[in-house]
């Protein structure tokens, strides 16, 4: 069965989908704590397009007739329904509209509003080489460069807060991205017809058949439409946007303002995607700069093997400069450990004074915590894990790993890593048999949403509750009175 469509594709309109209009946050009783509300403008950014799902091939049709030679051509559009370089289309219809506006509340009563513009910058990527023969009619728009899943840009951030019926303008932020590029590779194959000649029996354009004169043929012969066939390569261009600098301005109630900027540069092998070298400028005219080094920087086996597995953003050494003067020197050693890498020690140098050792880690689990470090060359921390060893709920301070877990047993420490109903029982039977021998803090979590107490080790104990989203609201002593309250506001 075939069907045919009137469809014009070569229009470009938005389509339909679901788009954010409202968030409300409520507590458990249901009462609303705050609402904030959507809208988008400016044109939708569309990464589908049209020539993904179309080509082109012209027939040109040519005969003698009444010793004149005539001419036309007439072009076919064929239609897909995948597209023809597959990485740059999503599935569905992902729209990103230039500009999104959130208010904090409606947009008729709110107290303020941050507008965010964007740019999808699929039209700009360009650098694939092109390898079409000129005579073919091919696919894309795009030269046959599959650029992937390119995200949009966030260009500018304003915030404003509202004061009567007018909005102030109280921060800007503003974007720039720079273009990393490496070489293209090829992801698929596309099959295709060269210009389509159709011809008479007099031998115009080189054919010669016995068809009647005013009778048209596509080919002289089966090799003729062989030869019309032609397949070329796709290219995935390996290719992306970074943000190069940003600047942020902020303004008082009466219009002053105040500007700082920070400019970042990368790895020109793309081996990381952190920057490698951080330049900031305050409103003063002071410039701050941060240079970060990374194993594949490092010699080393250690270092060689983190780069052979792709474990590359660690950094591995820091340096901290004030205008051209060096202040201060971070470095990380690594080592190999239970599979994974992991810091064996931090050292340390102000100025250009030599490195010196200052943080030590002696000893981690299976999971890669830190169970015992030594400090300024001598002072022992060691940390026991909870919560299925995913949080720190003992810190010791003076003993060894080894002399408490001669102390305790190794029943407790077993213990201590799952059980939750009566860890704060474990940890006071952890802090008596060490009493007089070591300092010992202890802590406990409500999983995924922050610690909910600490016991110093003088036995002070401090509470922290939140609210229904997770958000530090009170800290209290070990009576209940109120040491610190914090209240939220949506920002102005």
Same mark, same amino acid.
């Given at each position: 069965?075939?069907?045919?469509?009137?469809?014009?594709?070569?229009?470009?309109?938005?389509?339909?989908?679901?788009?954010?209009?409202?968030?409300?946050?409520?507590?458990?009783?249901?009462?609303?704590?705050?609402?904030?509300?959507?809208?988008?403008?400016?044109?939708?950014?569309?990464?589908?397009?049209?020539?993904?799902?179309?080509?082109?091939?012209? @027939?040109?049709?040519?005969?003698?007739?009444?010793?004149?030679? *005539?001419?036309?051509?007439?072009?076919?559009?064929?239609?897909?329904?995948?597209?023809?370089?597959?990485?740059?289309?999503?599935?569905?219809?992902?729209?990103?509209?230039?500009?999104?506006?959130?208010?904090?509340?409606?947009?008729?009563?709110?107290?303020?509003?941050?507008?965010?513009? @964007?740019?999808?910058?699929?039209?700009?990527?360009?650098? #694939?080489?092109?390898?079409?023969?000129?005579? *073919?009619?091919?696919?894309?728009?795009?030269?046959? #460069?599959?650029?992937?899943?390119?995200?949009?840009?966030?260009?500018?951030?304003?915030?404003?807060?509202?004061?009567?019926?007018?909005?102030? #303008?109280?921060?800007?932020?503003?974007?720039?991205?720079? *273009?990393?590029?490496?070489?293209?590779?090829?992801?698929?194959?596309?099959?295709?017809?060269?210009?389509?000649?159709? %011809?008479?029996?007099?031998?115009?354009?080189? @054919? !010669?058949?016995?068809?009647?004169? !005013?009778?048209?043929?596509?080919?002289?012969?089966?090799?003729?439409?062989?030869?019309?066939?032609?397949?070329?390569?796709?290219?995935?261009?390996?290719?992306?946007?970074?943000?190069?600098?940003?600047?942020?301005?902020?303004? !008082?109630?009466?219009?002053?303002?105040?500007? /700082?900027?920070?400019?970042? /540069?990368?790895?020109?092998?793309?081996?990381?995607?952190?920057?490698?070298?951080?330049?900031?400028?305050?409103?003063?005219?002071?410039?701050?700069?941060?240079?970060?080094?990374?194993?594949?920087?490092?010699?080393?086996?250690?270092?060689?093997?983190?780069?052979?597995?792709?474990?590359?953003?660690?950094?591995?050494?820091?340096?901290?400069?004030?205008?051209?003067?060096?202040?201060?020197?971070?470095?990380?050693?690594?080592?190999?450990?239970?599979?994974?890498?992991?810091?064996?020690?931090?050292?340390?140098?102000?100025?250009?004074?030599?490195?010196?050792?200052?943080?030590?880690?002696?000893?981690?689990?299976?999971?890669?915590?830190?169970?015992?470090?030594?400090?300024?060359?001598?002072?022992?921390?060691?940390?026991?894990?909870?919560?299925?060893?995913?949080?720190?709920?003992?810190?010791?301070?003076?003993?060894?790993?080894?002399?408490?877990?001669?102390?305790?047993?190794?029943?407790?420490?077993? %213990?201590?890593?799952?059980?939750?109903?009566?860890?704060?029982?474990? #940890?006071?039977?952890?802090?008596?048999?060490?009493?007089?021998?070591?300092?010992?803090?202890?802590?406990?979590?409500?999983? *995924?949403?922050?610690?909910?107490?600490?016991?110093?080790?003088?036995?002070?104990?401090?509470?922290?509750?939140?609210?229904?989203?997770?958000?530090?609201?009170?800290?209290?002593?070990?009576?209940?009175?109120?040491?610190?309250?914090?209240?939220?506001?949506?920002?102005?």
């Amino acid at each position: 069965m075939t069907r045919a469509y009137d469809y014009n594709l070569e229009s470009e309109s938005e389509v339909g989908g679901l788009r954010i209009k409202t968030i409300t946050n409520q507590d458990k009783n249901g009462s609303i704590l705050g609402v904030k509300n959507y809208e988008y403008s400016g044109i939708a950014t569309n990464i589908i397009r049209y020539a993904m799902y179309s080509s082109t091939i012209n @027939y040109i049709y040519s005969h003698i007739w009444e010793g004149d030679f *005539l001419r036309n051509d007439s072009e076919h559009n064929i239609s897909v329904a995948q597209p023809v370089i597959p990485l740059t289309d999503y599935s569905g219809s992902p729209v990103f509209y230039s500009t999104v506006t959130e208010y904090n509340g409606t947009s008729s009563n709110n107290s303020g509003k941050t507008v965010y513009k @964007y740019m999808q910058d699929l039209d700009n990527l360009g650098g #694939c080489e092109s390898n079409v023969d000129d005579q *073919l009619k091919f696919y894309s728009e795009f030269n046959n #460069c599959d650029q992937g899943s390119v995200s949009p840009l966030l260009l500018s951030q304003t915030i404003y807060k509202k004061a009567n019926y007018d909005y102030i #303008c109280k921060r800007s932020i503003t974007n720039n991205y720079t *273009l990393m590029k490496e070489e293209s590779f090829i992801t698929g194959v596309t099959l295709n017809k060269r210009d389509v000649v159709v %011809l008479t029996s007099n031998g115009a354009m080189g @054919y !010669d058949t016995d068809i009647s004169a !005013d009778s048209y043929i596509p080919y002289s012969s089966e090799s003729d439409y062989y030869e019309s066939l032609v397949y070329y390569d796709i290219l995935a261009f390996r290719g992306i946007s970074v943000l190069s600098s940003t600047s942020t301005t902020d303004y !008082d109630d009466n219009g002053n303002s105040v500007t /700082s900027s920070k400019n970042y /540069s990368y790895d020109p092998a793309l081996r990381t995607m952190n920057p490698i070298e951080t330049v900031q400028f305050n409103s003063k005219g002071e410039v701050y700069t941060v240079k970060n080094t990374h194993p594949f920087d490092i010699t080393g086996n250690v270092y060689v093997n983190m780069t052979t597995s792709n474990n590359v953003d660690p950094i591995v050494k820091s340096m901290e400069y004030t205008g051209s003067n060096l202040f201060k020197t971070t470095s990380y050693e690594y080592k190999a450990e239970n599979g994974m890498f992991l810091v064996d020690n931090i050292q340390l140098a102000k100025k250009n004074n030599p490195l010196e050792k200052r943080i030590f880690y002696s000893k981690y689990d299976s999971y890669g915590n830190p169970l015992e470090v030594i400090v300024d060359g001598g002072k022992y921390l060691v940390y026991l894990w909870g919560y299925n060893e995913y949080y720190p709920v003992v810190k010791i301070e003076g003993l060894s790993y080894d002399d408490i877990k001669n102390i305790i047993g190794d029943n407790t420490l077993n %213990l201590l890593k799952t059980s939750i109903a009566n860890l704060e029982t474990l #940890c006071q039977n952890i802090r008596s048999s060490l009493s007089g021998k070591a300092l010992v803090t202890s802590y406990t979590y409500n999983p *995924l949403i922050g610690i909910t107490s600490i016991i110093a080790p003088n036995s002070a104990k401090t509470k922290y509750n939140y609210d229904d989203s997770g958000r530090l609201v009170k800290t209290l002593d070990s009576k209940n009175n109120v040491i610190d309250n914090y209240i939220y506001n949506y920002q102005q």
